[in-house]
């Protein structure tokens, strides 16, 4: 089947057929579809519509309504997407791990990607009646351990797994390789907003990004991390649904198969205040690792997963800095998400992230 380049594209005879394909719709057909655009602004390298749907003749489990995903239409952000290869890798993990990953991700009714043209569609199950945590307020604490809990949970079923190994198309942040490249797309960022970030970032916390670019592979190399598992990758209450004290985890292009508690550093400093991260987070870690041991991990330090934490803080300014290029700075939404997170990253200062940047 063809895969959509634009919403336009999700015709009621394209959908009768996608959902055909992936063994949603037996017999019946899509009579029509309304597109509702949500998640505007906040998609750097993606669309996201909701669908809704209209059939004629025996539908069965169809659904009412659907979520779709496809690349975005701007060719340089999509080139851009798929030379990182995260159209493919979202697609792969509904498609190849999704039943297997040991969290609840959305339902897949089809998925499909096409890495050297760019473009991918996933129509996922609509979970809007969930709730989405207060990521610019900070999120309560009780999601705050909802979310850490289930995040354990996913590392502690991959926990050195050697099946990772053979799905290349995950992210490997120790791969020299990926690192240098990584550090190409780092300083090249830096360069374009260099003057944005630092009237954005704390002070100290610029002068840590600004030493960590000429060394950000150097950095990746010099790690020796306990344990590999699969994270997330982009692991934050704005990609988590939560269901009654149940966590649904969505929207896995960053997802690697590297050091253990890169998600949980991505939680502290994206989804909580200053103040909260202070108070709880020490709670927090100490929940993670107890999470791990009731999953069968007995093997993990404290001490270590402060170090991958600390790693993983340097990830989470990595991931700003090349950001910062694609937000819809002009909406609302990207606006709200730099304001609220960029006093958080004084998280790196206060847990001397510095000290794993070679002079």
């Given amino acids: 089947m063809d895969i959509p380049r634009t ?29 509702e655009p949500i998640g505007e602004g906040m998609g750097f390298v993606g669309r996201l519509v909701r669908v809704v749907v209209e059939y004629s003749g025996d539908t069965g489990s169809a659904p009412p309504t659907l979520i779709a995903k496809i690349a975005i239409s701007n060719d340089e952000v999509r080139e851009y997407a798929a030379g990182l290869g995260l159209y493919e890798r979202e697609t792969r993990i509904h498609v190849e791990l999704g039943d297997d990953l040991g969290v609840r991700i959305p339902k897949l009714y089809y998925g499909e990607s096409a890495a050297n043209a760019g473009l991918f569609v996933l129509l996922l199950e609509d979970l809007s009646h969930l709730r989405v945590g207060d990521e610019a307020g900070g999120g309560s604490i009780g999601d705050a351990r909802a979310a850490i809990q289930n995040a354990a949970q996913l590392h502690a079923r991959w926990w050195n797994d050697k099946r990772l190994v053979q799905h290349d198309w995950l992210n490997r942040p120790l791969d020299s390789g990926q690192a240098q ?52 990758g982009d692991y934050r209450l704005a990609n988590l649904f939560l269901d009654a004290g149940d966590v649904v985890t ?110």
């Fill in 7 to 35: 919403v336009e594209h999700i015709t009621p005879e394209w959908l009768t057929g996608a959902l055909r394909a992936g063994g949603s719709l037996e017999s019946g057909q899509v009579k029509s579809v309304r597109i």
């Fill in 181 to 232: 490249t990584r550090q190409r797309l780092y300083l090249d960022a830096w360069e374009a907003v260099s003057g944005q970030l630092k009237s954005a970032l704390p002070a100290e916390v610029y002068e840590i990004g600004k030493r960590l670019g000429p060394n950000l592979a150097d950095v990746w190399s010099a790690a020796s991390p306990a344990a590999l598992t699969l994270n997330h």
């Fill in 250 to 359: 969505f929207d896995w292009q960053y997802a690697l198969h590297g050091p253990p508690a890169i998600d949980l550093a991505d939680f502290l400093v994206w989804s909580l205040t200053e103040d909260q991260r202070r108070k709880n987070e020490e709670s927090l870690i100490d929940l993670y690792l107890e999470t791990l041991v009731a999953c069968g991990v007995h093997t993990y330090t404290r001490d270590q997963a402060i170090q991958d934490c600390c790693l993983g803080m340097l990830r989470n300014l990595e991931n700003y800095v090349v950001s910062i290029p694609f937000l819809a700075m002009d909406s609302p939404s990207g606006r709200i998400w730099v304001d609220a997170v960029s006093p958080r990253m004084i998280a790196l200062a206060e847990w001397d992230c510095e000290a794993l940047v070679p002079d």
